[in-house]
């Protein structure tokens, strides 16, 4: 059993770290007040490997796997989870295209993702009335000649404004999941449009839109695998998305920790600093036990799918309890700052806002126990 990361792990890991660190870290602040996507930060992210960083070479990718993602991912995190939620729907897209995509789709598409070139990738499965129940899906896309006419709405699209692809899920067959088929979808497309920016309590530099389809005309090419199989290929893409989520939610916590940790050094209460009172010191150690416990989770089904073993399971695991864990921890550190955390001036402020979707997006937490108990009970 080994638990040191590789050389090459350590080295994307600490390229990832010295970028949050030295690019991200001084403007997240104002990323945040001024709800502004980072489009500059995000292609120079890109420029150093981390758009595709489980994709192979040929496509541009730094084909590091999974372990070194999860590692890289929870470093921007840690500097700017808006950042970071952007990089990790963004790989997931890459990685879609590359195990369903037809090789002239992997060309025309990836390289685009992992230059740079496109601004970002994103995932149009969630609906108005179809979040974590896909089978009611109302969106269709039905044949017409040598192409598809797709029409119906998207919901929650995060980058949906700013991908230069976008997979996109409709109903092409009968009801349920079965009648499911993804597509790829284009900006600029006759009938299809961006909706406005969800005004959101946190990850205000991540724009969230909905997607309107009216009548918009694909080509044959744009179907991303196989005719009513769309939901295999969403299932698979969350599994993975959810290990993005987990290291998007404990870097969010690790900032949290450090910070909270030399704020109570400097803090003084009663002409002591407030760290060496036992319920200050408590309150610390219950942060890092739990962040360690996620960490392994994630870093096992992480490994998971790098060794190409089933991980749904694992995943979940490490998504519900990373996530409910980084949220607990956000809180603690924000009890700890008293009336200090409350104001802007502290990032736990904006730690806390952040931190708080991760237990719904990519799956609730309520979804990941049913993926939990399934695998159990069979």
């Known amino acids: 059993m080994q638990?040191?990361?590789?050389?090459?792990?350590?080295?994307?890991?600490?390229?990832?770290?010295?970028?949050?660190?030295r690019e991200i870290l001084p403007v997240a602040a104002a990323l945040d007040r001024d709800g502004r996507f980072p489009a500059e930060i995000l292609a120079r992210l890109a420029g150093i490997g981390m758009m595709g960083v489980n994709i192979r070479e040929e496509y541009g990718g730094a084909q590091a796997g999974p372990v070194a993602y999860v590692m890289a991912l929870a470093e921007i995190a840690s500097a700017c989870a808006s950042t970071a939620v952007t990089m990790s729907v963004t790989n997931m897209v890459a990685e879609v295209i590359q195990q369903f995509g037809t090789e002239e789709q992997r060309r025309r598409h990836i390289p685009r993702i992992t230059s740079g070139e496109y601004a970002a990738g994103a995932f149009g499965l969630s609906e108005p009335g179809a979040g974590s129940d896909?089978?009611?899906?109302?969106?269709?896309?039905?044949?017409?000649?040598?192409?598809?006419?797709?029409?119906?709405?998207?919901?929650?699209?995060?980058?949906?404004?700013?991908?230069?692809?976008?997979?996109?899920?409709?109903?092409?067959?009968?009801?349920?999941?079965?009648?499911?088929?993804a597509f790829l979808v284009e900006p600029g497309t006759p009938g299809f449009e961006a909706g406005r920016h969800e005004d959101k309590m946190g990850l205000r530099a991540?724009?969230?839109?909905?997607?309107?389809?009216?009548?918009?005309?694909?080509?044959?090419?744009?179907?991303?695998?196989?005719?009513?199989?769309?939901?295999?290929i969403a299932m698979m893409a969350l599994d993975g998305?959810?290990?993005?989520?987990s290291a998007q939610a404990l870097g969010i916590a690790r900032a949290a920790i450090e910070e909270t940790t030399a704020y109570a050094k400097e803090r003084r209460q009663f002409g002591?600093?407030?760290?060496?009172?036992?319920?200050?010191?408590?309150?610390?150690?219950?942060?890092?036990?739990?962040?360690?416990?996620?960490?392994?989770?994630?870093?096992?089904?992480?490994?998971?799918?790098?060794?190409?073993?089933?991980?749904?399971?694992?995943?979940?695991?490490?998504?519900?309890?990373?996530?409910?864990?980084?949220?607990?921890?956000?809180?603690?550190?924000?009890?700890?700052h008293g009336g200090y955390g409350y104001v802007k001036e502290y990032p736990i402020e904006r730690h806390l806002?952040?931190?708080?979707?991760?237990?719904?997006?990519?799956?609730?937490?309520?979804?990941?126990?049913?993926?939990?108990?399934?695998?159990?009970?069979?």
């Open 353 to 378: 806002r952040d931190v708080r979707v991760t237990t719904i997006y990519e799956g609730t937490s309520e979804v990941q126990r049913v993926v939990i108990s399934r695998a159990v009970l069979k």
């Open 134 to 181: 896909p089978g009611s899906m109302t969106t269709t896309a039905r044949r017409d000649g040598d192409g598809w006419i797709l029409n119906g709405q998207k919901a929650w699209i995060t980058s949906g404004d700013r991908a230069g692809v976008i997979v996109v899920w409709a109903r092409t067959g009968g009801p349920g999941t079965g009648g499911l088929s």
């Open 3 to 21: 638990f040191e990361p590789t050389p090459e792990q350590l080295l994307v890991r600490d390229m990832a770290r010295d970028f949050a660190r």
């Open 206 to 232: 991540s724009t969230t839109v909905s997607l309107h389809f009216d009548n918009c005309r694909l080509p044959a090419g744009a179907l991303l695998g196989e005719e009513n199989r769309g939901f295999r």
């Open 241 to 245: 998305g959810r290990l993005g989520i």
């Open 272 to 336: 002591r600093p407030i760290a060496d009172f036992q319920a200050i010191q408590w309150m610390l150690a219950d942060c890092v036990a739990e962040w360690d416990a996620a960490w392994l989770l994630l870093l096992r089904a992480a490994w998971l799918k790098e060794q190409g073993r089933p991980f749904s399971r694992e995943a979940s695991m490490a998504k519900v309890y990373a996530t409910e864990r980084a949220n607990a921890i956000c809180a603690r550190c924000f009890q700890i």
